[in-house]
């Protein structure tokens, strides 16, 4: 099982991203997916969570300027960010928790991609 991330960017600080993270391989069911950041210098922390039914989380800096969501059919989640400001700036991550056969289930993380906002 893989996780491509795609969409980070440079932008400026009001601005919007679009990121995607699509799992491929060998995936009969993906439950929980999420989107974490490191910004520079700093640990990884949780940004949203949208469990396999479409119940959603996110950390206070970001509600009400981003959206998680997820196309079961694509294996693939979204983060939609918007009024972004610097503070957002850092390496996105997405992580998914994967069964990948009967009786086995993992985690696996997308390779991070960077948004940088500036102001």
């Known amino acids: 099982v893989q996780l491509q991330a795609s969409g980070g960017g440079s932008v400026q600080a009001g601005g919007s991203l679009r990121l995607s993270c699509a799992a491929s391989?060998?995936?009969?069911?993906?439950?929980?997916m999420e989107w974490y950041r490191q910004p520079p210098g700093k640990q990884r922390e949780l940004v949203a969570t949208?469990?396999?039914?479409?119940?959603?989380n996110y950390v206070d800096a970001v509600k009400g300027r981003a959206i998680i969501s997820r196309d079961n059919a694509k294996n693939t989640v979204y983060l939609q960010m918007n009024s972004l400001k610097p503070d957002d700036t850092g390496v996105y991550y997405c992580?998914?928790?994967?069964?990948?056969?009967?009786?086995?289930?993992?985690?696996?993380w997308g390779q991070g991609t960077l948004v940088t906002v500036s102001s």
């Open positions: 949208i469990s396999s039914g479409g119940s959603t």
């Open positions: 391989g060998s995936i009969i069911r993906i439950n929980d």
């Open positions: 992580r998914a928790d994967v069964r990948w056969s009967p009786n086995y289930e993992h985690e696996f």
